[in-house]
């Protein structure tokens, strides 16, 4: 660049030229996104010197020019967003007599050094200006009015050396090279502040009555990317130099090429050149103002042609970069968290709502740079985390709320628009420093969601903004378990190890016999592929590793997103993400992909989606593909149906699906329908509860030999030494497999840690605690004892000994020669360890691993491990266990006349309300088949009572298949409970249709 009056002209490799007053690259070569952002990075620095000093022709007309005097005064701001506008409607650009690169406009605060060469004597020269350095006024008193606010700025910063200090001229305002009309007078920009800084400067303020300085400053830093990075560092940084002092305290007229370099922090001229050949290749950062998010939208199309973020990687973390290490690894952060929140009590708390006005402005102004920008993640992050305190760190006042409901939205539209990378950094920064905060994260979120759902309930899987702050929730569900107690890795089983599992299992004979089954589910995808969590996978962390969360899993759950989800619209969209991913696109969105802000019963309601459709896939594949062979025997049926004897229940079901899972597993995935023998009735729902009632009263009865039952917990628990072979282990997991397919509850109490080994886990210690509470004290005594008697005091070898199906003990040693090996300080942890995975893992894990595969032959395809975590899926088997008749009161409808003002149906739940539990339970089995209560409650079952004719002796009865109960009108209340409490105490066998 000459140092001329020449029109600047900046050469690119492959690029001839830009096009004065265009934003288009002309050459030869294809222009790289960083030549393009360094292209429009020029033209943006021109415009906003042409608004601020002019061209420096006194006879200039252009509108746009500060020489010709039709430019109104503006704030640095004001330019910067009004440059934006320019250069995105290619408007006219002067031939300039003082060269444009002596203003940085887009980083106004920072020193930046421009060496330009004399053609033939090779020298340079260093000019350091200010884009919001003052220019000429049109009178002598606003001169002298800007400089007595300079001066007050000077006193204030030099009460705290932390707070950098722009290089400017303080000495005085010098009129701009060849202005001949009005321009913009400003302050000097601050480039970052403390809580100290800030704190005096408000004290500074107060005392004058007037709070100017205090908003010129934080809309300074708070709506500048790079100003806010390096603001409020928790670590102090390096004294001034006494030099540097000395300048501050008595500004000089002139200052000299070195005392330049001091101000700027540089001490050799390479550093320098460095610095502006790095700044050369940034994107484009400017202050913003309101008006720049529409600037920014009607930009020219080679900003909006660079690719999407989504993969973008953190190139400009500093982070272990160098070593290798992933940086969103790193919990790492420079916040002042202590002072930030002195500040937020200081700002919020004070009457002055002209501060927090200004903050709100500026902080929106902010998120939205970095929605639409390219951006240092590592900068962002440090602001994100600097915005997102002062947001949540509240008292809940008027002035609290007002800055939540109007920062908070844009905060999380900046935030999910980051990388995987970035947002995994900001989740372990929040779980390592911010974890006071995660609840009042999570509340402001769900607050925020719970408020858009209810202004507009049509349109809410559209909505950006809960999108936004649902993705930004998500991020802080990950923070919340990372701040949380952990699993150890090891009780990982992942897919990949199970197939080795199940083989050495297998080779290591047994009593198991080989499966008979083809079907291998262990080789079936745990996951789809566009359906895995990548910030969970760059986390490695998982919801099912915490057992006790700092901020419980259930107040993640909006029950008024939940409930206006439609959530048959929300799975199209999953099913399109799965078609898009196919094609290589993805941008669809839908909430099955978040499904920690789901309630479980919404969550259900996408399973039964799921579940429907394969089965109406696999009728209709079956259909096709026997098109024209009626009449042929052997021909597929569309469904699954189990044909089947009461007095030989168990052995007909398991011949039928051994049949079915050896010859043709995928017809496991039809829809099931059952036909007791010599028994009329069609089965629509009624008949398969009672099947899978039956049945499991049967297999999980103790005389079986499969299961046993622990007197403590009354749970049921694989038998060590079972008399079938795996085959039939396979069979009862497929049962279990079929109810969840079928929409069944199950009368069946698995310890939670069954749930678990489903999703993957192996048992531990913890869950010794549901197991066996009596055996996890005891265990838990021995490690919290301290005393180096511990071999005498416990007396405890590493030969263990357990009771068998026949009552009988057996002793095992846990290690070779266990018995000669005594349990002490230094193995207690050892042996607790070995000890539950005997009995949780090792000692059933044949018999498991056989259960487990029969359950994902019939659930590998499904969303369930997507949506449901393990305490999740055992409401979804056994329902849950909240027994509130008042809320089936209130979801029940009437037919036939009845109403709830009629009086036998008041008399009905008068009666219903003053039975006992027992009792409920066998009138819940009567009506619908199943004693156990869905998930989300009773309020989700949809009872329908409709008369059943006038007052009779006949008794009440039922269809069980669509949950209606039949009764009738009788005369008195006295007879109404007589007769409901003989119908429900005798109806095993009759009075169910």
Same mark, same amino acid.
């Given at each position: 660049?000459?140092?001329?009056?020449?029109?600047?002209?900046?050469?690119?490799?492959?690029?001839?030229?830009?096009?004065?007053?265009?934003?288009?690259?002309?050459?030869?070569?294809?222009?790289?996104?960083?030549?393009?952002?360094?292209?429009?990075?020029?033209?943006?620095?021109?415009?906003?010197?042409?608004?601020?000093?002019?061209?420096?022709?006194?006879?200039?007309?252009?509108?746009?020019?500060?020489?010709?005097?039709?430019?109104?005064?503006?704030?640095?701001?004001?330019?910067?967003?009004?440059?934006?506008?320019?250069?995105?409607?290619?408007?006219?650009?002067?031939?300039?007599?003082?060269?444009?690169?002596? &203003?940085?406009?887009?980083? #106004?605060? =920072?020193? *930046?050094?421009?060496?330009?060469?004399?053609? @033939? +004597? !090779?020298?340079? %020269?260093?000019?350091?200006?200010?884009?919001?350095?003052?220019?000429?006024?049109?009178?002598?008193?606003?001169?002298?009015?800007?400089?007595?606010?300079?001066?007050?700025?000077?006193?204030?910063?030099?009460?705290?050396? &932390?707070?950098?200090?722009? #290089?400017? =001229?303080? *000495?005085?305002?010098?009129?701009?090279?060849? @202005? +001949? !009309?009005?321009? %913009?007078?400003?302050?000097?920009?601050?480039?970052?502040?403390?809580?100290?800084?800030?704190?005096?400067?408000?004290?500074?303020?107060?005392?004058?009555?007037?709070?100017?300085?205090?908003?010129?400053?934080?809309?300074? &830093?708070f709506s500048n990317v790079d100003r806010l990075s390096k603001s409020f560092i928790k670590s102090a940084e390096p004294q001034a130099s006494s030099s540097l002092q000395e300048l501050l305290a008595n500004p000089p007229e002139a200052l000299n090429k070195e005392q330049l370099r001091t101000l700027e922090g540089e001490h050799d001229k390479d550093e320098d050149s460095t610095q502006?050949?790095?700044?050369?290749?940034?994107?484009?950062?400017?202050?913003?103002?309101?008006?720049?998010?529409?600037?920014?939208?009607?930009?020219?199309?080679?900003?909006?042609?660079?690719?999407?973020?989504?993969?973008?990687?953190?190139?400009?973390?500093?982070?272990?970069?160098?070593?290798?290490?992933?940086?969103?690894?790193?919990?790492?952060?420079?916040?002042?968290?202590?002072?930030?929140?002195?500040?937020?009590?200081?700002?919020?708390?004070?009457?002055?709502?002209?501060?927090?006005?200004?903050?709100?402005?500026?902080?929106?102004?902010?998120?939205?740079?970095?929605?639409?920008?390219?951006?240092?993640?590592?900068?962002?992050?440090?602001?994100?985390?600097?915005?997102?305190?002062?947001?949540?760190?509240?008292?809940?006042?008027?002035?609290?709320?007002?800055?939540?409901?109007?920062?908070?939205?844009?905060?999380?539209?900046?935030?999910?628009?980051?990388?995987?990378?970035?947002?995994?950094?900001?989740?372990?920064?929040?779980?390592?420093?911010?974890?006071?905060?995660?609840?009042?994260?999570?509340?402001?979120?769900?607050?925020?969601?719970?408020?858009?759902?209810?202004?507009?309930?049509?349109?809410?899987?559209?909505?950006?903004?809960?999108?936004?702050?649902?993705?930004?929730?998500?991020?802080?569900?990950?923070?919340?378990?990372?701040?949380?107690?952990?699993?150890?890795?090891?009780?990982?089983?992942?897919?990949?190890?199970?197939?080795?599992?199940?083989?050495?299992?297998?080779?290591?004979?047994?009593?198991?016999?080989?499966?008979?089954?083809?079907?291998?589910?262990?080789?079936?995808?745990?996951?789809?592929?566009?359906?895995?969590?990548?910030?969970?996978?760059?986390?490695?962390?998982?919801?099912?590793?915490?057992?006790?969360?700092?901020?419980?899993?259930?107040?993640?759950?909006?029950?008024?997103?939940?409930?206006?989800?439609?959530?048959?619209?929300?799975?199209?969209?999953?099913?399109?993400?799965?078609?898009?991913?196919?094609?290589?696109?993805?941008?669809?969105?839908?909430?099955?992909?978040?499904?920690?802000?789901?309630?479980?019963?919404?969550?259900?309601?996408?399973?039964?989606?799921?579940?429907?459709?394969?089965?109406?896939?696999?009728?209709?594949?079956?259909?096709?593909?026997?098109?024209?062979?009626?009449?042929?025997?052997?021909?597929?049926?569309?469904?699954?149906?189990?044909?089947?004897?009461?007095?030989?229940?168990?052995?007909?079901?398991?011949?039928?699906?051994?049949?079915?899972?050896?010859?043709?597993?995928?017809?496991?995935?039809?829809?099931?329908?059952?036909?007791?023998?010599?028994?009329?009735?069609?089965?629509?729902?009624?008949?398969?509860?009672?099947?899978?009632?039956?049945?499991?009263?049967?297999?999980?009865?103790?005389?079986?030999?499969?299961?046993?039952?622990?007197?403590?917990?009354?749970?049921?628990?694989?038998?060590?030494?079972?008399?079938?072979?795996?085959?039939?282990?396979?069979?009862?997991?497929?049962?279990?497999?079929?109810?969840?397919?079928?929409?069944?509850?199950?009368?069946?109490?698995?310890?939670?840690?069954?749930?678990?080994?489903?999703?993957?886990?192996?048992?531990?210690?913890?869950?010794?605690?549901?197991?066996?509470?009596?055996?996890?004290?005891?265990?838990?005594?021995?490690?919290?004892?301290?005393?180096?008697?511990?071999?005498?005091?416990?007396?405890?070898?590493?030969?263990?000994?357990?009771?068998?199906?026949?009552?009988?003990?057996?002793?095992?040693?846990?290690?070779?020669?266990?018995?000669?090996?005594?349990?002490?300080?230094?193995?207690?942890?050892?042996?607790?360890?070995?000890?539950?995975?005997?009995?949780?893992?090792?000692?059933?894990?044949?018999?498991?691993?056989?259960?487990?595969?029969?359950?994902?032959?019939?659930?590998?395809?499904?969303?369930?491990?997507?949506?449901?975590?393990?305490?999740?899926?055992?409401?979804?088997?056994?329902?849950?266990?909240?027994?509130?008749?008042?809320?089936?009161?209130?979801?029940?409808?009437?037919?036939?006349?009845?109403?709830?003002?009629?009086?036998?149906?008041?008399?009905?739940?008068?009666?219903?309300?003053?039975?006992?539990?027992?009792?409920?339970?066998?009138?819940?089995?009567?009506?619908?088949?199943?004693?156990?209560?869905?998930?989300?409650?009773?309020?989700?079952?949809?009872?329908?009572?409709?008369?059943?004719?006038?007052?009779?002796?006949?008794?009440?009865?039922?269809?069980?298949?669509?949950?209606?109960?039949?009764?009738?009108?009788?005369?008195?209340?006295?007879?109404?409970?007589?007769?409901?409490?003989?119908?429900?105490?005798?109806?095993?066998?009759?009075?169910?249709?």
């Open positions: 660049m000459s140092g001329g009056g020449n029109e600047e002209q900046q050469q690119l490799p492959g690029v001839s030229s830009i096009a004065s007053g265009s934003g288009t690259v002309s050459g030869g070569g294809r222009a790289t996104p960083e030549m393009k952002r360094s292209a429009v990075r020029s033209l943006i620095q021109r415009y906003f010197h042409q608004l601020q000093s002019g061209c420096g022709n006194a006879h200039c007309t252009n509108a746009n020019c500060a020489s010709s005097g039709k430019v109104a005064p503006m704030t640095a701001n004001e330019v910067a967003a009004k440059a934006l506008q320019l250069f995105s409607q290619d408007a006219q650009l002067c031939e300039t007599v003082s060269s444009p690169q002596d &203003v940085d406009m887009l980083s #106004p605060n =920072d020193s *930046s050094s421009s060496s330009s060469g004399s053609s @033939g +004597s !090779g020298s340079s %020269t260093s000019t350091i200006t200010s884009a919001s350095t003052a220019t000429t006024t049109s009178t002598k008193s606003q001169s002298q009015s800007q400089m007595a606010s300079r001066n007050v700025v000077v006193a204030v910063l030099n009460e705290d050396p &932390v707070l950098s200090v722009p #290089p400017l =001229d303080l *000495s005085g305002l010098e009129p701009s090279p060849g @202005g +001949s !009309g009005p321009t %913009t007078p400003t302050l000097p920009p601050v480039q970052s502040l403390d809580a100290n800084s800030l704190m005096a400067l408000y004290e500074q303020c107060r005392a004058g009555d007037s709070y100017d300085l205090i908003c010129h400053a934080i809309g300074d &830093v502006q050949d790095q700044e050369e290749l940034e994107g484009v950062e400017a202050p913003t103002t309101a008006a720049t998010e529409s600037s920014i939208r009607e930009a020219p199309a080679e900003i909006d042609a660079e690719p999407e973020d989504e993969d973008v990687t953190m190139a400009h973390v500093s982070t272990d970069e160098d070593s290798g290490e992933d940086p969103s690894q790193s919990s790492d952060t420079k916040v002042d968290f202590q002072g930030l929140r002195r500040v937020q009590r200081l700002l919020f708390g004070s009457q002055t709502r002209v501060i927090t006005e200004k903050l709100t402005t500026s902080v929106i102004q902010l998120a939205d740079w970095v929605h639409y920008m390219r951006l240092d993640w590592e900068k962002v992050i440090h602001c994100l985390v600097i915005c997102f305190d002062l947001a949540t760190n509240t008292n809940n006042s008027v002035v609290d709320m007002d800055y939540l409901d109007r920062v908070l939205p844009k905060l999380c539209h900046a935030a999910a628009a980051m990388p995987v990378p970035a947002q995994a950094r900001l989740a372990r920064i929040w779980a390592a420093h911010c974890s006071d905060q995660l609840q009042a994260l999570v509340a402001a979120c769900q607050q925020q969601i719970t408020l858009q759902v209810l202004l507009d309930e049509d349109s809410v899987r559209e909505n950006e903004r809960i999108i936004s702050v649902t993705k930004v929730l998500k991020i802080v569900f990950y923070a919340n378990i990372l701040a949380s107690e952990l699993e150890h890795p090891s009780c990982r089983a992942p897919l990949d190890d199970r197939t080795d599992m199940a083989a050495s299992s297998s080779s290591a004979g047994g009593g198991i016999e080989d499966d008979l089954f083809v079907y291998s589910s262990l080789l079936q995808p745990h996951m789809p592929k566009f359906a895995e969590d990548q910030l969970e996978k760059a986390l490695q962390v998982s919801a099912i590793d915490c057992r006790r969360p700092l901020v419980p899993l259930e107040e993640f759950y909006n029950e008024a997103l939940s409930e206006n989800i439609q959530m048959h619209h929300d799975y199209l969209s999953y099913k399109a993400l799965a078609m898009e991913s196919e094609m290589g696109s993805g941008h669809t969105f839908s909430f099955m992909l978040y499904a920690f802000i789901l309630t479980p019963a919404t969550k259900v309601d996408a399973l039964y989606y799921d579940s429907r459709m394969r089965m109406y896939s696999e009728r209709y594949s079956s259909i096709i593909n026997n098109f024209g062979q009626d009449g042929q025997d052997g021909m597929p049926r569309p469904d699954l149906k189990l044909t089947v004897r009461r007095d030989q229940l168990i052995n007909d079901a398991l011949i039928g699906l051994e049949l079915v899972a050896m010859s043709n597993p995928k017809d496991l995935k039809k829809q099931l329908v059952v036909e007791f023998v010599g028994e009329q009735g069609i089965d629509e729902g009624g008949v398969s509860k009672e099947f899978f009632q039956l049945i499991v009263e049967e297999i999980f009865n103790p005389a079986f030999g499969m299961f046993v039952q622990q007197d403590e917990t009354n749970n049921m628990w694989f038998n060590a030494t079972p008399f079938e072979n795996g085959a039939q282990f396979t069979l009862i997991g497929i049962i279990i497999g079929l109810a969840i397919y079928n929409n069944v509850i199950l009368a069946v109490n698995f310890p939670m840690v069954v749930y678990r080994k489903l999703m993957g886990y192996c048992g531990t210690f913890a869950d010794l605690e549901d197991w066996s509470p009596t055996l996890h004290k005891s265990l838990q005594s021995l490690l919290d004892y301290q005393g180096q008697d511990m071999e005498e005091v416990f007396d405890q070898t590493f030969r263990i000994s357990y009771s068998n199906v026949f009552g009988e003990m057996v002793e095992h040693e846990l290690v070779p020669n266990g018995k000669d090996v005594l349990v002490g300080q230094h193995n207690k942890q050892l042996f607790v360890n070995l000890y539950s995975d005997f009995l949780l893992n090792t000692s059933i894990q044949q018999q498991f691993n056989a259960f487990r595969k029969g359950f994902e032959m019939v659930t590998d395809e499904s969303p369930l491990k997507l949506l449901f975590r393990p305490e999740e899926i055992e409401m979804l088997v056994c329902g849950s266990r909240e027994f509130d008749f008042v809320e089936l009161e209130h979801s029940t409808e009437y037919e036939g006349g009845y109403t709830e003002e009629t009086q036998i149906i008041q008399d009905f739940w008068s009666i219903v309300h003053a039975m006992p539990i027992e009792s409920k339970r066998k009138l819940l089995e009567f009506t619908t088949g199943s004693a156990r209560v869905p998930v989300g409650g009773l309020k989700c079952l949809r009872l329908l009572i409709t008369r059943h004719g006038p007052d009779s002796d006949r008794l009440p009865t039922s269809h069980t298949c669509f949950n209606v109960l039949l009764l009738p009108e009788y005369s008195s209340r006295e007879k109404l409970e007589e007769r409901l409490l003989k119908a429900i105490n005798y109806s095993k066998g009759f009075g169910m249709l």
